[in-house]
């Protein structure tokens, strides 16, 4: 059930996300690979890690910790610089992001953050009833004639959005010098890509939503900043509707939230 139902919902996502990043959402490559990050990427102020949820002990080795998660986790050695010209404060921790639109700014930020602080609830919270709704009926013949709404329930879900960050905290860990290394979330400038009309129409008649406006963000890092190593992490989208800003929920359900979802 769990591949028919992601398989479901990457329809959606490409419809999302295409042409829109040059890098899609859930690819997992090897930690061992290195690559250049942008010198334009936008920086927040330092976050430290909660350690008050127990996680997984980190694997011995990089493959094994890169099978155990579902976002890619690349070494990376990046070039940082503080942009400040289009930023926006969010309310949680005076983080700032580069990104064209206020309200999606926030949104995003808000998202990495609760990452950071291991806050499934807050997640759970930025989701919008509509798409959580269309989204149940979408993969309703994908589950075996079992209730959507119960398959999906809150706890269900806030479960999932648990074990996600706790795979986060996990490379976390692995690439930590100690407990006490502050980590920070970054979004490359211009990786946050608006989604054009047509494509949007297109989703909103798939699922039965409204949304005005979408934003993609398929390429973000959650960097260390006590020894400067950094990983790629989970990608998103994010969404308007009546003025207000929701992550999307089939977005992180497709991408990411589906592998930790129990359907039996």
Known sequence: MRNAAKAVLMCFLLMMSAGCGKKGGGNNSSADDTTEASAAMTTVSEV?????????????????????????AEAVTE??????????????????????DTGCAEAAAAFYQAYLEHDPEKVYGMF??????????????ELEGKDPKEVFRRAALIKAIG?????????????????????TFMIPDGELTEVDSEQLA?????LGTAF???????YMFYKDE???????GNSSAFVELNGKWYLSYSSVMGTDLINFMDFE
């Open 202 to 206: 297109e989703f909103n008649k798939s």
């Open 128 to 141: 919008a009833d509509q798409e959580r709704e269309g989204y149940n009926e979408v993969v309703r013949s």
């Open 226 to 232: 006590t020894n400067d190593k950094s990983f790629t």
């Open 163 to 183: 074990s996600s960050m706790d795979n986060i905290s996990e490379i976390m860990d692995y690439y930590s010098d100690g407990e006490d290394d502050k980590w």
């Open 79 to 100: 070039t940082t610089s503080s942009v400040t010209d289009t930023s926006v404060t969010t309310e949680a921790a005076s983080n700032t992001v580069n990104v064209p």
């Open 48 to 72: 430290t890690t909660s350690k008050t949820v127990t996680a997984a002990a980190a694997s011995t080795t990089k493959k094994t910790v890169t099978t155990a998660v579902t976002t890619t």
């Open 212 to 218: 005005t406006k979408a934003y993609t963000c398929q």
